[in-house]
């Protein structure tokens, strides 16, 4: 068993921001162990795919091609991806931590006996995976100690997919053995929840609210102060799950990824899946009455306090310092 | 339809919480602890289809003693029986263990659905649920927020990336993991909390059900986060620390 396979996941016919930061990973973890690192693509025709991939520094990257993986199943995939471990065994597989991933790696790995390490967010000497625990409150180091493949997913924006080295790698060829009735589930074509009106993403200031705020009437309060800065406001996924605002303001892995020049989060913990669809912003702003609250540990500059008192005090220095 | 949900007791979303002597997990001395947020609305879903199709809610958690609190909340709610797999060293079981000591006190009940949350508010790996259809050979869904019991299986809405969703269908006995959010969560009544106390709840051990740790990935130690940015905390009154940001903003960041 040997070297790193990075795993990758095609999604609008192109390998995503996250696919080429698990690449990285997968680069930085060959390197500290000494490994070769390779890559793999499913689907029904990754050709293209495959050719973008082939241009990193991997030894080879491999089409896992089956007419029966044009659409993501689990059932589908973890035959495939199983089939294919058990020929090339590697010692590690790499992916990037997605809701498809989550879906079906588990699977795959408890086949082997072994556990998928989700959501890493640094890899260090050892190896040590490095992961959140407690919404981030905490982190945990751990260890593979299995005699399998050690599985391993990577959080969105850990690893920095520009620092994917360039490099010449050959394509090769894998076709697994699936049969239509082995895959159980039907899954129907993706729809959006809602007809998108408001683009988070290009919005230039941000306020962002989170269940610090209590009770929907309280809203007003961050209303004003989104309207005194010009701002958009957004919100993190309870206030959405409680229809207070729109599932379109909400901002995290759910909802929209946004990156202004301010970010202002007010009552917002900062729970992981917030965190990953904001913490590119310029200049990240956090009031929150806890102190350990994990938003500060991203913030450029907090304010630890009761925000129904710091709101109101904001907005009239922000109106003091226009006038 | 004998529904099978699986639910975890964490420690409470604001709990302090506080580093252990031995640096391998927190100091639970101080603790409140709770119903883990998805797992509440797997229970949820489970109930409502109970409530549209008749059948069994039975829950399953695996934990120390005081887990047992969780169980009678979900009994309070409407669940009509427990299994609690009573074990103080969950910590030396990885994500597989936990899950082969569910799945073997699952199968001999032979559910139609088994429901789990999408993951733990805690230890956050977010795959107990898909080893556990792995395990006992069901299909699965994951990440799902409405569930509508068809004739032969279930049509699920399940939650993607950036906004988007999908309708699946499964075949049934089927395994789901339910994202929070898809439903308003129910109060215990008075009347449920008083009923909940008469409810059945089966212990079992880890030893009864096969189970040794032998983990295959093992948390070694836990820390204090390392930050990503240095924050500047603004001290003072309200009012002193909006001025001093307004300042920092637009002098220091450069962004008003």
């Given amino acids: ?323 | 339809m004998k529904i099978i949900v699986a639910i975890k007791q964490v420690p409470e979303r604001d709990a302090q919480v506080r580093i252990d002597a031995a640096g391998k997990w927190i100091d639970e001395a101080d603790i409140q602890f709770a119903m883990n947020e998805s797992d509440a609305f797997a229970l949820e879903e489970g109930l409502r289809l109970k409530e549209q199709h008749g059948g069994e809610v039975i829950v399953i958690t695996a934990g120390p003693e005081r887990a047992g609190q969780t169980i009678r909340e979900a009994l309070a709610k409407g669940a009509d029986r427990g299994i609690h797999i009573e074990s103080n060293d969950l910590g030396s079981f990885d994500a597989l263990g936990v899950a082969r000591l569910l799945a073997a006190a699952i199968q001999p009940e032979g559910p139609d659905l088994v429901l789990t949350g999408l993951q733990s508010d805690d230890l956050g790996l977010g795959q107990t649920g898909v080893i556990l259809a792995e395990l006992l050979g069901l299909p699965h869904a994951s990440l799902i927020l409405h569930v509508e019991a068809t004739e032969s299986g279930f049509k699920v809405k399940r939650e993607l990336e950036e906004g988007w969703f999908q309708n699946i269908e499964l075949p049934r006995p089927a395994l789901l993991t339910i994202q929070s959010g898809g439903n308003k969560l129910r109060y215990a009544t008075l009347m449920g909390i008083k009923k909940a106390k008469t409810k059945e709840v089966r212990k079992a051990t880890a030893a009864e059900l096969g189970g040794d740790a032998a983990p295959v990935v093992v948390l070694e130690g836990i820390a204090l986060p390392q930050k990503q940015r240095s924050t500047q905390i603004l001290p003072g009154s309200a009012k002193d620390a909006a001025a001093a940001l307004v300042e920092k903003l637009k002098f220091e960041a450069r962004v008003l």
């Fill in chain 1, 1 to 323: 068993m040997s070297g790193v396979c990075v795993v990758l996941e095609q999604k609008e016919g192109a390998i995503g921001r996250i696919g080429w930061e698990a690449l990285a990973a997968g680069q930085w973890l060959a390197t500290k162990l000494g490994l070769p690192v390779s890559a793999a693509v499913l689907g029904a025709d990754v050709g293209a795919i495959a050719a973008s991939v082939a241009s990193k520094a991997v030894s080879k990257v491999t089409r896992i091609e089956h007419p029966l993986l044009a659409q993501y199943t689990p059932d589908g995939y973890s035959l495939a991806l199983e089939q294919f471990i058990r020929q090339d065994s590697p010692g590690y597989l790499v992916f990037p931590h997605t809701y498809q991933v989550r879906d079906f790696v588990p699977a795959i790995a408890a086949r082997f006996g072994e556990v998928l390490i989700s959501d890493v967010v640094a890899i260090a000497d050892g190896p040590v995976f490095t992961r959140q625990l407690l919404q981030g409150r905490l982190q945990g180091n751990y260890l593979h100690k299995g005699s399998g493949p050690c599985f391993v997913s990577v959080q969105a924006g850990a690893f920095r997919a520009d620092t994917v080295q360039a490099g010449a790698g050959e394509v090769a060829g894998f076709a697994p053995a699936i049969e239509a009735p082995q895959i159980r589930t039907r899954p129907e074509p993706p729809f959006r929840g809602s007809e998108q009106t408001v683009d988070l993403g290009s919005a230039q200031f941000i306020v962002s609210v989170g269940r610090g705020i209590k009770e929907a009437e309280n809203l007003s309060i961050v209303q004003e102060l989104a309207k005194t800065l010009g701002a958009e406001l957004a919100a993190s996924r309870p206030i959405c799950d409680n229809g207070w605002l729109p599932m379109e303001r909400q901002v995290g892995s759910s909802g929209q990824t946004v990156a202004p020049r301010l970010y202002l989060a007010v009552g917002i913990s900062g729970a992981i899946q917030h965190l990953v669809g904001m913490k590119g912003s310029q200049c990240i702003v956090a009031i929150n009455k806890d102190s350990e609250a994990p938003i500060f540990e991203v913030a450029d500059y907090g304010i630890v306090g009761d925000l129904f008192e710091v709101v109101p005090a904001l907005i009239e220095a922000m109106k003091a310092a226009k006038a």
